[in-house]
Nanobody
Framework: QVQLVESGGGLVQAGGSLRLSCAAS????????MGWFRQAPGKEREFVAA????????YYADSVKGRFTISRDNAKNTVYLQMNSLKPEDTAVYYC??????????????????WGQGTQVTVSS
């Protein structure tokens, strides 16, 4: 099994920045793409960003493009999400996810087989 543990959430004012981290442990050999999702109260979980393992390709939701940056350190089995210019609408629980697939442009949410417990991000206006 694979365990994912997120950290770095918190409360920040609009326009501020936060950096989320997600460390993978356990049977990580089969892990390829990793991603971040978020879920606001009363809303469905939505895709934020993904990064492939092979060449480090990245893919973003339109709502965060240009403000968020996903990166990974394969040696540390860790993925990061740098969030800049945060807006109140970015408030949500952020989840790290991992999958054995690596085509980040075609992945559906249910193809991510491993999930973290989530970390709260709150952006005040």
């Amino acid at each position: 099994q694979v365990q994912l543990v997120e950290s770095g959430g918190g409360l920040v004012q609009a326009g501020g920045s936060l950096r989320l981290s997600c460390a993978a442990s356990g049977r990580t050999n089969g892990i390829n793409a990793m991603g971040w999702f978020r879920q606001a109260p009363g809303k469905e979980r939505e895709f934020v960003a993904a990064i492939s393992r092979s060449v480090g390709s990245t893919y973003y939701a339109d709502s965060v493009k240009g403000r968020f940056t996903i990166s990974r350190d394969n040696a540390k089995n860790t993925v990061y999400l740098q969030m800049n210019s945060l807006k109140p609408e970015d408030t949500a629980v952020y989840y790290c996810a991992a999958t054995t697939y690596d085509n980040i442009y075609r992945l559906r949410i249910n193809e991510y087989g491993y999930w973290g417990q989530g970390t709260q991000v709150t952006v005040s206006s």
